[in-house]
């Protein structure tokens, strides 16, 4: 091995360009980092009540909310144990590896899986959907689950669109979304858009560490959960609504609430909401623009194909043929300190994904960008040079 084969640490300050976890502001750190407090503390109620009602504010709804020690997977859980009983269908939206799994985890706790079944790079076709609920004239399905910001792919599907078709065929299924990887990063409203059961975690717009998940639920969603039949004990939100802070059968994660008040405050009164989601698009809009100067040359392409759905938090950037995706990723990582995502599931090595959310600015990205590009330099990708020029150009 020649020297300069050897491997070597990167210096400087890990530049973290993940769609989840994300970047934490040192602020959110410092409130995470308090002291143990007692959860039954009247003190502590207040911080905590503050921040469900700020929870509220951001999913823009006033009805329920239940919270779990645990990353997305578990309020994913929470949703479907608490709804569903065994042999119940769900009918899936396809929209990617998130939407995938959902599924598959719908499939494991018993339930009946249908699918509307679509192309990652275009999303699930709206008027697919608007069918097979007009077939299901038994109704039999007894919710529908889609992912608003599907990560693995870059997309956001429009969630007005399928409350529509849901209104259209007069299907009275639940409306379950995920908004992992959405909320407080792009406009979500549970209660206008009729959303019953909004599943939301921590470490991605909210800018906390992982470990904390919750859903909304609408008063319908509650209804159909007193007759629901899938086990359940730490998810059960009967039990929950029993104890003193309505959510959490065991000890509460207090440090999360610290930090969540904090990221709160930062989102709602020092930047404000409208202007956090006008942030996003403005540095979506310029990773999207240097990703397609880069696609000339046959280089790396915009894994997303549908203009209206691109995601303004995440980009997935499909390889070249042949050009393997983790191994340009190591590249940028063991060089330059690079962190970006990798391909999920059968996108493993095909795509690579610049995470755009959260804590996160014009310099952050375009240092993210350049150095994309000098890795993809280094790493022997083909691509058009000039895509930080491009971004800029549309930051300027
Ligand atoms: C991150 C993510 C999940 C999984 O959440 P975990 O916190 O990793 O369990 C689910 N859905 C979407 C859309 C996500 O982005």
Redesign the pocket.
Known sequence: MSASETPRKPRGRLFFAN??PTNIPDSVLLATAHHTVDFADPAFGEVYWACIEGLKRVLKTQQEIFLYT???????EACLANLLSPGDTILVLESGH?SQ??GRMATDLGVEVQTVAADWRRGVDIAAVKAALAADTGHAIKAVGV??????TGMMIPIPEVRAALDAAGHPALLLA?????LCSLDFRMDEWGVDAA?G????GLMLP?GL?FTGVSHKALKAHESSKLPKHYFNWSAMMKRPLKSFLGTVPTSFFFGLQESLRLMEQEEGLENVFARHTRLATAVRAAVQHWSGNNGPQLFCTTPSRYSDS?TAVLMPEGVDGDVFRRVAMQRFNLSLGGGLGPLAGKVFRIGHLGDLNEPMILGTLATVELAMKVAGVPHTPGGVDAAIATLA
């Open positions: 769609p989840g645990g990353s997305g997977h578990a309020a994913w998130f799994s959902w992912v608003h910001n599907e990560t693995s995920d908004t992992i990887s959405s599943v975690g921590s470490q991605k992982t998940s995440v």
